[in-house]
């Protein structure tokens, strides 16, 4: 990994000695210092619920931070090689890399995908397929950890509707039944919200409620999806015929699948900014997305917190799924719905790797794809981890350069740095949260994975 003498996330990790020896050399196994920043540039894509942390944040101070793990000039060779981001989708990202049957590139125009839906082992298959030597049994796929996000539940009350709850005054606030049960579609009508204290009044509060869900195979799908199976884990009708769970419907074709009851509505273009826009546009919907887009759209950001106002994000339960004892509610935002960006409310988020199974996997090498969050946290539960695909040796995929990968590995670096300057520590000002401590030594070894 080429970084010159930059120290990775900024904190006391427990890396052992091992992955502290690879932390001073390439996976090719000379030592790389040298060639810090000497790469070309490169384009990566996939979530959109990434862009506004790629676009603004990673990718331009990349090229303007003095941390020691940047490109700004000052650095390794004194290059700047540039990083830019395409925003599709986590699944159109995925099908870029021959996923699904997609047409795969792996050219410094497509370097690295960024997804919330980690590959499970048919798509890290597929990818490891497009090796130049067929056939051969590699575990080249990197599914790298790279930041923690929360995914919103986005309100609009009815037309002649409004609410208010005994915690959040001037919003609603959903338990994890009750929020299941709704994009499921067995909770239909806006009078049947009726927890922590909710009051809803007016003459159009009993109405339908519309629920409105990503057109296109999305990390935000399967982060919501991953998390209802933790409240609910049966087997219900779905689109297309048969019966189907949560878990089974937030990955791969099934995607952007939803229960039959839930006659869910899809904008009319891609992209999680056009499932928030739409949200706003609709009285009476429920929609999700993550925080960053949720908070850039104006509609649900507003005077006071939201109070008397129809547009606004929904606090979740924390305490599990209990109805019995007394509940609790967070933000998705450590400010709530204020005009401010500010961090993502997942500090000390506890993940699962599924039921019975220990978090996290021993290997980036090995897929992420069960990892999903917990409905017990001391902050928000809604959070979910993004991750950037990368390859432990780019050579063996067409069109890939070595120049290529050099700015990946760089890159990386200085995305997982804490110290000041580093992306760990800036994208907490952009409505994300940096990575759990927990995943400090999983995170780092997987960059040291990445070579030509």
């Not at 159109?92 to 082992?121: C, D, I, K, Q, R």
């Not at 090796?131 to 986005?154: H, M, N």
């Not at 049947?192 to 009044?201: R, V, Y």
Request: hydrophobic share 35%.
């Amino acid at each position: 990994m080429r970084f010159g003498k930059a120290t990775l996330r900024g904190r006391a990790c427990t890396v052992g000695a091992a992955a502290v020896a690879l932390l001073a050399f390439g996976a090719t196994g000379a030592s790389a210092a040298s060639t810090q920043c000497s790469g070309g540039n490169i384009t990566g894509q996939g979530a959109s619920v990434m862009k506004i942390a790629y676009q603004n944040v990673f990718g331009p101070d990349f090229n303007t931070s003095t941390n020691a793990a940047a490109c700004s000039g000052s650095q390794g060779t004194g290059a700047k090689p540039e990083v830019k981001y395409t925003s599709s989708s986590s699944g159109t990202g995925l099908a870029s890399w021959g996923v699904g049957g997609g047409t795969a590139s792996f050219a410094p125009t497509n370097a690295f995908v960024v997804t919330e839906e980690p590959p499970n082992t048919t798509q890290k298959a597929e990818i490891e397929g497009e090796e130049i030597t067929k056939g051969s049994a590699s575990d080249s796929l990197l599914t790298i950890p790279v930041v923690q996000e929360a995914i919103a539940v986005l309100v609009h009350l009815p037309a002649s509707c409004t609410a208010t709850s005994t915690e959040f005054p001037g919003r609603l606030v959903l338990d994890n039944v009750t929020l299941e049960k709704i994009f499921q579609g067995t909770i239909n009508n806006w009078t049947e919200i009726k927890d922590g204290g909710d009051t809803l009044t007016g003459a159009g509060c009993s109405s339908t409620i519309t629920r409105i869900v990503r057109r296109d195979s999305a990390g935000s799908s399967h982060i919501l999806k991953k998390y209802l199976n933790l409240i609910e884990d049966s087997a219900f009708p779905v689109e297309g015929g048969g019966s189907a769970t949560w878990a089974e419907i937030s990955e791969g074709t099934g995607n952007t699948v939803w229960p039959t009851a839930a006659d869910v509505v899809r904008p009319a273009t891609t992209g999680d900014p056009a499932e928030v826009a739409d949200v706003a546009e609709t009285a009476g919907s429920i929609g999700y997305a993550s925080l960053a887009n949720a908070r850039a759209n104006k509609a649900f950001i507003p005077p006071e917190g939201g109070k008397e106002e129809p547009t606004f994000w929904a606090p979740i339960q924390n305490t599990g799924t209990s109805l019995t004892k007394k509940q609790a509610y967070q933000d998705p935002s450590t400010d709530a719905d204020t005009e401010s960006p500010a961090g993502a409310n997942c500090a000390k988020e506890k993940y699962t790797n599924g039921k019975g199974s220990k978090f996290p996997p021993s290997s980036t090498q090995e897929s992420w794809s069960a990892v999903t969050t917990e409905t017990k946290q001391k902050a928000y539960t809604l959070c979910g981890i993004a991750y950037q695909l990368a390859l432990t040796k780019y050579s063996a995929y067409p069109a890939a350069t070595q120049a290529e990968e050099i700015t990946v590995s760089n890159f990386l670096s200085f995305l997982l740095e804490a110290k000041t300057g580093g992306g760990e520590q800036l994208i907490e000002k952009h409505d994300y949260e940096a990575l759990p401590k927990t995943l400090d030594k999983e995170s780092i070894g997987g960059v040291s994975l990445i070579g030509f």
